[in-house]
């Protein structure tokens, strides 16, 4: 199969060199990837995270469209830009071979980020913003655990409806999106957004489930028991995720401050990364992969295994 072939994409920027088959296709790390690693971690800020480069405007000449004298004022941090491509992705048979934000490539290469802690992007497309060099998301999983929860989420999405396809993809694009957020406000409205998803994908699921207009701490504490997530030994967790909701969504506020100008003793600073964790286990557990990640403590910190179905 050739390059060209719409059933086979590049992407990036993922620096694990992982590689094999899973059910539907298969993932290649490009003939130079360690040298294409070395550059991006070399071309990243040592706080973790690659940032837009610097965009410069130049008046240009009519006749060639050569570029002549630099605008002056006119450089800034790009809006948007490319990174290299560090994988290639191979698809059997894909439902959807175009280049749309909803198609099966665009599924795997969500689901890469997902568990590797990353954001990643078709090669041909752009990112906004930083992206995280470093992993982010405390999962540490093996090759052949990858390739198998791609499988089986693949196999999972092929067999539902256009519209229960996209909802997942959109969920997971905002979760990784999340990442590269600098302030926790920021980081929590994207978590939250992704736990309403979340909700909401599984009523469309199950169509007998509670009502969409249940309050918010019923919302989190109906899909901890749904898919076996334990409750945090805090119990005012759950009930400080939906207060500082409530804040932001309806008083502009960040922990009853103003946003950007909190009390920085707050521990407000930990609620995306708890809300983060809790979601993490909820995408593993909605597409009916259950392991011991999806039972471990989410509101703690550090690294958890992310072992195969059980």
């Not at 290639?88 to 909803?102: E, F, G, Y």
């Amino acid at each position: 199969m050739s390059i060209s072939s719409p059933n086979v994409r590049e992407f990036g920027f993922l620096p694990e060199p992982i590689s094999g088959n899973f059910a539907g296709g298969t993932i290649t790390p490009l003939e130079d990837h360690s040298d294409r690693t070395q550059w991006f971690e070399e071309s990243s800020n040592r706080d973790g995270y690659y940032y837009p480069p610097e965009e410069i405007l130049y008046e240009l000449d009519p006749a060639t469209m050569d570029k002549k004298n630099k605008i002056a004022r006119s450089g800034r941090p790009a809006l948007l830009y490319p990174l290299p491509a560090s994988h290639r992705l191979c698809l059997a048979s894909p439902l959807d071979a175009t280049m749309a934000v909803s198609s099966d490539g665009a599924l795997i290469i969500h689901l890469l980020g997902y568990l590797y802690g990353r954001r990643l992007q078709f090669a041909d497309w752009k990112f906004d913003g930083r992206v995280p060099v470093k992993p982010q998301g405390g999962i540490y999983v093996r090759p052949e655990t990858s390739l198998e929860f791609l499988g089986h989420t693949y196999e999972w999405w092929r067999s539902n409806s256009l519209d229960i396809r996209k909802r997942l993809i959109h969920i997971l694009y905002v979760f990784t999106r999340a990442r590269s957020l600098e302030w926790e406000w920021d980081a929590f409205i994207h978590q939250y957004i992704v736990f309403d998803g979340l909700y909401r994908l599984h009523r469309k699921l199950n169509p007998a489930s509670p009502k969409r207009d249940a309050p918010h701490k019923e919302r989190i504490e109906f899909m901890l028991g749904r898919y076996d997530i334990p409750t945090p030994p805090n119990s005012d967790l759950v009930q400080r995720l939906c207060e500082v909701r409530n804040d932001l969504f309806h008083e502009a506020a960040w922990d009853g401050e103003t946003i950007c100008f909190g009390n920085v003793d707050s521990d407000a600073f930990s609620l995306p990364r708890h809300l983060a964790r809790l979601n993490s286990r909820l995408i593993c557990r909605i597409v009916n992969y259950r392991n011991d990640y999806s039972m471990s403590a989410w509101w703690a910190m550090g690294s958890f295994s992310f072992g195969r179905a059980s």
